[in-house]
RNA sequence: CGAGGCGUAGCGCAGCUUGGUAGCGCGUUUGGUUCGGGACCAAAAGGCCGCAGGUUCAAAUCCUGUCGCCUCGACCA
């Protein structure tokens, strides 16, 4: 490729904060269409080609068959599922011309059931797995830092089908360590694996792969004692609370306007892990209230309430309605149209400060287990927090960080096929439904994660695996006959040799050339000028600048060889053997 | 969905408060001089001032509506 003939342009203009983003729109990768819609330049469509390729050898490798789906999807397949009213606006409903309810698919578990359902009656055609790399539509609420989160994207995502939850359980080991080729292949082997939550994809075990990153939107919580990693949303919070010897009574006192744990805390010099507080949530569906009581100084995981509630949940928009009084809600002396939740975190806790449900009061010296009527149903909602205690060695020792989720694994089990009726004769002649797992990897977000692991202050900085080309020629001076001559024989001759070139044969000058290569990333940069010329020699310099030296033109050709070679093996070594 | 902000040349922006000939930088085109980290001179092209109404002799500017985009929050497979 010749960069006169490059699509795209470069800018100098720093635009956005996210450094993928920002980089990769300067550079001419991406061009905004809409809001979390884009269009990719050759460069980046080159990249996601190169990651698209080494999906497709993993996933084959597995025994993976590729398959397509459709994007426009009938709603009665989603409907079979239960999804079409379970999911929410994320979800694009429309209509066709005759008036037939459609959806966008936005992950693929229902066509890939349908496209399996019938054709595997059979124990003996399990255990299989189908795969495609395609578009997905998501109307993200917010889409936002250019290809980290977008309405719509491609990803690749396959589907296996077994007889057995052991042999599921097989495979997803095996899932498990090709994704971690995968994303070693693409040149961020420190992509790690978090415990996750299996949200609405249904399903028990499931695993996400983290590029740790302070821009990420998930947040982790990560041992240092033992390994343990988990996204938040999944990690169960430790707490527990010495029992006082001296229950003091319940007490009505005077607080004010101090309404906050903070201020109610302060005002009675009390610390907040030894106060119970409330947080006030209403359920999507008819607004009804729930209101959960947990210690002071932890926050709840609205995943875990959601799921404890099986329902959609949103912060109370106000309090009135149910009785409640804001800033002074407490478990004694209730009365409210409400769902009440104990926290695990107030279990065995004693002598706290709480909201008496009386404007400008609360209570002190409340004991949970003395106050509350009955035994209270505690349940475990909290926030696993900095510092605290690790759910897997109980070491005070989680360290919370971001990451960027770059793809998921998923045991699904029976949910679509039971719902679906997908079933297959086992070798007794039993009709049962077979076991799925689910595997995801967003390609545009993985190209922009390499980007955000993988740059400097001028530009990306591509591995060789994925680079949009493998060498960049820059001809400093085309306007001289040897310089012309000397570039055109090395672009031919690389090319020759199946090695894939971007020979900048633009005649600008030298800093606007090495600014334009700095943000194409490329690897490996000859420079051909008339003073390399006069030395009989080509510059040789890599863009991550540990390789910067003189070739001599007659040893470029195979000076190159051997550096991509060298550059592709520093990769392959982090890369796993496969199972 | 809540709060705020912005839509003016390919890109980045000024002008709007106080209505009166549409500007600047980068980029583009042409010619010339330069040439190892985003060069310089000269000339030129390029805009229904997001869209639709309204007020006015006159609207980029004031008013109303609408669409789009951005940021923060809510939400998230």
Known sequence: MKMSQLLGERFKERAFDIASQNLMTRGGYIKQVGNGIYSLFPPAKRIVNKIEAILREEMDALGGQEVLFPVAIPASLWELSGRYTSVGSELVRFSDRSGSPMVLGMTHEEPAVHLAMHVAGTYQKYPFMIYQIQTKFRDEPRARGGLIRVREFTMKDGYSFHTSQEDLEAYYERCYRA???????????????VQSDSGMMGGKISHEFMLLADIGEDTLVLCDACGYRANIEAAECITSNETDEVLDPLTLVDTGENKTIEEVCGFLGTDPAKSCKAVVYQRNADDSFVVVFCRGDIDISETKLR?????????????????????????????????????????????????????????????PSRDVGGAVPYVNVGQAFSGGPCPNCGEPALRISHGIEVGNIFQLGTKYTESMDMTFDDALGNRVHPIMGCYGIGVGRLMASVCEAKHDDYGPIWPISIAPWQVHICALRVDDENVRREADALYIALQAQGIEVLFDDRAVSPGFMFSDADLLGVPIRLVVSPKTLARGAFELVTRDKRVKEDVAIADALSRVRELIAELTAEIEREVPESI
């Open 307 to 367: 799921n404890y509630l099986k329902a959609e949940i949103h912060p109370a928009q106000e309090l009135e309605s149910c009785g409640l009084v804001a800033g002074c809600c407490g478990p004694v002396n209730l009365n409210a149209k409400a769902d009440v939740i104990y926290d695990q975190s107030l279990m065995g806790a004693t002598n706290l400060v709480c909201g008496a449900n009386k404007e400008g009061y609360h209570y002190t010296g409340f004991t």
């Open 179 to 193: 994704y971690e080729r995968i994303f070693a292949r693409a040149g961020v082997p420190e992509v790690i694996s």
